[in-house]
């Protein structure tokens, strides 16, 4: 995961994701999880996760 260009390390979860904005000082950034502006997902979206990962 990067935040602002910065890698911030690997997120397994929609928790962890949450948790690496709140250390980078956006923690209300969960309301504009789903917002393509804002967040770009690879390969799924905040409800899809891949099981191997």
């Known amino acids: 995961m990067t935040i602002h ?3 911030v390390g690997t997120a397994y979860h929609l928790l962890d994701v949450l948790e690496f904005l709140r250390r980078a000082g ?7 999880i789903d917002d393509s502006d ?3 997902w690879r390969g ?3 409800r899809m996760w891949r ?3």
């Not at 956006?26 to 504009?32: I, Q, S, T, V, W």
């Open 38 to 40: 804002l967040v770009e």
């Open 26 to 32: 956006l923690p209300e950034a969960h309301e504009g």
């Open 44 to 46: 799924g979206d905040s």
């Open 51 to 53: 099981e191997d990962a």
């Open 5 to 7: 260009g910065r890698p």
